[in-house]
């Protein structure tokens, strides 16, 4: 026991090192880097595996993706009408970790009458919530996605792409489970297209669900009070764009 505490600590020591070098490198590099804190560098630390020179250019490219896709620092419900008005994401309580959790209606996007670039701001828009109601003990959200009336018209593989790019280069050690319920046939055509831009670590976070075990699955995770009524919980769904946990 004594000689685990002590590689604990030892590693704990490595990543602070790794740390200051990483804040004083992004700091000289981008002014920008100094509105951000610790929390935040450590976790795009982490994500190139304490890399500085990775982690580097990870986070800087981060910081022009923002400036120029967030200008005002934000998202608004006006930037993203139609996706508000379809009722796609929900959010809900906290999950057993006390990781806040959203639920993702996949089945109601469709290409035909979508605009790619409004669907990614409604990912920014929505991650942008759920991370305001994180904090330091817990820095990761959890999702549902729901593919209840998931067919042909759903399978907007450039968005999903899209999606999952932002997710995975701009929002670094955020996710931290995705059950995956109400999953059809036809989406696994999808599935094997999409899978292989699935970085490994985010591949251990999803879970497929079995329809006939949804509620008692979820409640492994969350408890019956956080878990949506649709689901079998006590938690009526709340579209994010009502959510006033949190100031916009």
Partial sequence: MGEVAESIRGDESEEQRKLALFRARVDKEDPDAKEHDDLMLRRFLRARDLNIEKSTAMFLKYLKWRREFVPRGFISESEIPNEIRKEKVFVQGFDKKGRPLAVIMVGKHTSDDRDLEETKRLAVYAMDKLCARTGAQQEKFALIGD??????????IRAYLAVLEILQDYYPERLGKVFM????????????????????????????????????????????????????????????????????
């Fill in 147 to 156: 593919f209840q009336g998931w067919g042909y018209a759903s399978s907007d």
């Fill in 181 to 248: 319920v109400h999953v059809p046939y036809l989406f696994w055509t999808a599935w094997k297209i999409v899978y292989p831009f699935i970085d490994d670590n985010t591949k251990k976070k999803i879970t497929f669900v079995e329809n006939k075990h949804i509620r008692e699955t979820l409640l492994e995770d969350i408890d019956e009070h956080h878990l949506p009524d649709v689901y079998g919980g006590k938690q009526p769904l709340l579209p994010i764009d009502r959510d006033a946990s949190v100031n916009k």
